[in-house]
């Protein structure tokens, strides 16, 4: 899907072209909130689908969405893009209250979906132009907006080739780079790597970075969990269309996930003997399993101290441990935690399960 701008909206966010020729483009980022949302709810076909969303994103700052199939992550992207009307709460994006001014919302942001749609029939300089065009740019403006992304892009080279032969990066770069032809104050990247490899999928997160560092306000959904952990400033979880859980990656992980240690040995005796040893320990190690034949693995909710304490209990030589290290907490523990819970599909299983464990109602 394209931006949604209109044309009337040109002249506010053009500032001047130099003398150079060079274009000038400024999105408003004086407000501590980009995004202000509160107690927004929204319902189709009579069934209610999100319940009482709060979300602030300020200038600069990348916040993702999370949550399972069904959890309300592609209707809250389409309310706050002015797709579907809200039926309750509140949105201001950029100043511009939803309830009364949509039009200077849908002129503050930019929407890109899952899929490139950019023309394969046309160079990537000639889809820049053209969508410059579309958002009000006369050609020469558009001309110069055009090479000013295929540089920022790092696509100067594959300008002047056919979208039709671009690698699924390249593509994905160029589509996003279309929504930029004239800078939002909020990017809305609705799943922006999938299915792109992963020497593709660094490229984009490093330019997904330059444009928050450039000032640009950013919602961002995904499937990838190290994604967000990399990308994201703050993260939202939705379940069921409830915001059950927000913070940052760290914040997130030390709230819900855990630490796990895990000790080596050179010998499945060993490492048989030394799990014995910390289940007779008052040491609050209560989990300890051998995993792998002779690697002891268990919770390690004080860190690096509890991987320190049980190295100490260690009675026999020290090269007879092979290996020590500590897994910090992930994004994947939190998600299992909260965000499944909120899947309809799982939901749907795990029902279909319990009523096949129970047999027929009589």
Not at 29 to 36: F, H, P
Not at 70 to 95: C, E
Not at 252 to 275: M, N, P, V
Request: aromatic share 4%.
């Amino acid at each position: 899907m394209r931006p949604l701008l209109p044309t009337n909206a040109i002249p506010a966010i053009l500032d001047e072209i130099n003398e150079q020729g060079v274009l000038f483009l400024s999105t408003r980022t004086d407000l501590v909130d980009i995004v202000q949302v509160e107690n927004l709810t929204c319902e189709l076909g009579g069934k209610k689908i999100l319940h009482g969303v709060d979300l602030r994103i300020p200038a600069g700052r990348i916040h993702a969405i999370l949550g399972a199939n069904g959890a309300g992550k592609t209707t809250l992207v389409r309310v706050l893009s002015t797709i579907l009307p809200p039926a309750g709460g509140k949105v201001i994006i950029n100043g511009h209250d939803m309830a009364i001014d949509p039009a200077g919302i849908r002129a503050s942001i930019a929407l890109t979906g899952q899929y490139a749609a950019v023309d394969e029939e046309l160079t990537g300089k000639e889809n820049l132009v053209f969508f410059g065009q579309l958002a009000g740019l006369n050609k020469s403006a558009a001309k110069t907006r055009a090479e000013e992304l295929l540089t920022q892009f790092s696509l100067t080279d594959a300008g002047k080739r056919r979208v039709s032969n671009y690698s699924g990066g390249m593509r994905r770069r160029l589509d996003i780079a279309c929504s930029l032809v004239v800078p939002p104050t909020l990017l809305f990247l609705d799943e922006p790597t999938t299915g792109l490899d992963p020497a593709s999928r660094n490229d984009v997160w490093d330019m997904i970075e330059n444009l928050a560092a450039s000032g640009t306000a950013i919602l961002l959904t995904t499937q990838y969990l190290n994604e967000a952990d990399r990308l994201a400033d703050r993260i939202s979880i939705l379940a069921s269309g409830k915001l059950i859980a927000e913070g940052t990656p760290s914040e997130l992980k030390k709230q819900y996930g855990s630490s796990y240690c895990d000790i080596s040995f050179r010998t499945a005796e060993q490492a048989q003997q030394f799990s014995e040893q910390l289940a007779r320990t008052d040491n609050g190690i209560d989990d300890a399993s051998v995993i792998d034949g002779s690697t002891v693995h268990f919770e390690a909710p004080r860190g690096h101290r509890d991987l320190v304490d049980a190295l100490l209990l260690w009675h026999g030589s020290q090269d007879d441990i092979i290996d020590a290290g500590l897994t910090p907490p992930s994004l994947d523990e939190v998600y299992l935690a909260l965000a499944d819970e909120g899947d309809v599909a799982h939901q749907e299983e795990r029902a279909a399960r319990k009523a096949a464990e129970e047999g027929p109602t009589q």
